[in-house]
């Protein structure tokens, strides 16, 4: 007995040994196509935010379907909106799909609980998860967005120099991790561009994921008379506010992030987001680039109608992971990473893409409104 329990001591250990080595990755020569993995919610919550990325990622495929003489193939994964399938996501492309790269998420969260998965074994690139988190402390993942520190300054300042707010209410989707980092960062450039302690008329007021009624927080809000209200979260959950708020009466400017700029906003807000505010990354209005100008007249050619920002980012997701594979002359995912490192000067869909030392990228911000039921351009934000 005692021999026994040895040799399946002994077979455990060799088994975590070889699970725990690093996969050798095949020479091109080895391949008939070259996948490019991407996780991504096409159901759930976030599922309309993640559909938006997969446009840009199909069409920029479709655009440019070839490296080294091979064919690009897609292999797309739902991560259904929640963490743990996130992380199993990653985990199915990185061991079994044995991409040799990987685009996703939208959503912060969702993205960060893939990192731990991906990191040392396959490089990813974030369409438009905005929390600094993503990518710190991670050298195998990378974004083409701004973070959020600079989206909440951008807001912080059309609240303060705009909207001539001298008062201002956060309300934070607590269970986002996206959500509750903007809320900060917004009130940390608020409260310093006022010169006042008390210019945030109460700590944030929260809310989770899937709520549906916000009667006491905005009861609450209405009471303390702020200037202007501050409220990033899902689409969904946003547009329920503010369409909330008006049916109480109250006019209060709303502000919010990136994550507005979807079909479900508009229809769920209807009439009550008229005026809604927000930043994002990209505006069809203001071609950037030349490549800006080649994406804008693919996509309107193929849907007849205009391109959300992170349709765009997940177009140059795709594209620069493209120029990375080219430059490594490889399918090595480690030279890859190195590469997508070295982005410099890039001409993408959304702007120029330079990538600093932790894998983010420098951009600028657009401010959209919206106004007769549409998004429309106000301005853009330089860093």
């Known amino acids: 007995m005692k021999k026994l329990i040895l040799l399946v001591t002994a077979l455990m250990i060799f088994a975590v040994m070889v699970t725990g080595c690093k996969k050798k990755a095949p020479e091109l020569s080895e391949v008939d196509v070259i996948k490019i993995g991407v996780f991504q919610p096409l159901t759930g919550a976030n599922a309309s935010g993640g559909e938006l990325e997969v446009r840009g990622i199909k069409l920029a495929n479709e655009m440019f379907p070839d490296v080294l003489g091979k064919k690009i193939e897609l292999v797309i994964v739902d991560n259904k909106s929640d963490k743990v399938e996130s992380a199993n996501a990653a985990e199915r492309l990185v061991n079994k799909d044995q991409v040799a790269a990987i685009i996703g998420s939208w959503g912060s969260s969702l993205s960060?609980?893939?990192?731990?998965?991906?990191?040392?074994?396959?490089?990813?690139?974030?369409?438009?998860?905005?929390?600094?988190?993503?990518?710190?402390?991670?050298?195998?993942?990378?974004?083409?967005?701004?973070?959020?520190?600079?989206?909440?300054?951008?807001?912080?300042?059309?609240?303060?120099?705009?909207?001539?707010?001298?008062?201002?209410?956060?309300?934070?989707?607590?269970?986002?991790?996206?959500?509750?980092?903007?809320?900060?960062?917004?009130?940390?450039?608020?409260?310093?561009?006022?010169?006042?302690?008390?210019?945030?008329?109460?700590?944030?007021?929260?809310?989770?994921?899937?709520?549906?009624?916000?009667?006491?927080?905005?009861?609450?809000?209405?009471?303390?008379?702020?200037?202007?209200?501050?409220?990033?979260?899902?689409?969904?959950?946003?547009?329920?506010?503010?369409?909330?708020?008006?049916?109480?009466?109250?006019?209060?400017?709303?502000?919010?992030?990136?994550?507005?700029?979807?079909?479900?906003?508009?229809?769920?807000?209807?009439?009550?987001?008229?005026?809604?505010?927000?930043?994002?990354?990209?505006?069809?209005?203001?071609?950037?680039?030349?490549?800006?100008?080649?994406?804008?007249?693919?996509?309107?050619?193929?849907?007849?109608?205009?391109?959300?920002?992170?349709?765009?980012?997940?177009?140059?997701?795709?594209?620069?992971?493209?120029?990375?594979?080219?430059?490594?002359?490889?399918?090595?995912?480690?030279?890859?990473?190195?590469e997508i490192a070295k982005t410099k000067d890039f001409e993408g869909s959304a702007g120029m893409i330079t990538l600093d030392e932790n894998g983010d990228a420098v951009k600028d911000a657009v401010i959209k409104v919206v106004k007769d039921g549409k998004f429309k351009y106000l301005t853009t934000v330089k860093p």
């Open 112 to 338: 960060m609980a893939a990192g731990q998965v991906t990191k040392g074994k396959v490089p990813v690139v974030a369409c438009s998860a905005t929390n600094p988190l993503v990518t710190k402390g991670n050298d195998w993942y990378f974004r083409v967005c701004f973070l959020d520190p600079f989206q909440g300054q951008v807001m912080a300042n059309y609240a303060f120099n705009k909207v001539n707010a001298k008062k201002a209410a956060v309300i934070q989707e607590i269970s986002n991790d996206y959500s509750v980092g903007l809320a900060k960062f917004f009130i940390d450039s608020f409260v310093k561009l006022t010169g006042d302690e008390k210019s945030i008329v109460a700590k944030p007021f929260s809310y989770n994921t899937g709520d549906n009624d916000f009667t006491a927080q905005l009861t609450a809000i209405a009471q303390l008379k702020p200037d202007v209200i501050f409220a990033p979260g899902n689409y969904t959950e946003s547009a329920l506010i503010i369409k909330q708020a008006r049916d109480q009466g109250i006019k209060i400017p709303f502000l919010g992030g990136d994550t507005w700029e979807t079909g479900p906003f508009l229809e769920v807000g209807k009439k009550s987001v008229e005026g809604a505010t927000f930043s994002t990354f990209f505006t069809s209005e203001v071609p950037i680039t030349k490549m800006s100008e080649k994406f804008l007249k693919a996509y309107r050619d193929k849907y007849k109608e205009e391109p959300a920002a992170v349709t765009a980012l997940g177009f140059d997701a795709y594209i620069v992971i493209k120029a990375a594979i080219e430059k490594a002359n490889s399918i090595d995912p480690e030279k890859i990473k190195n």
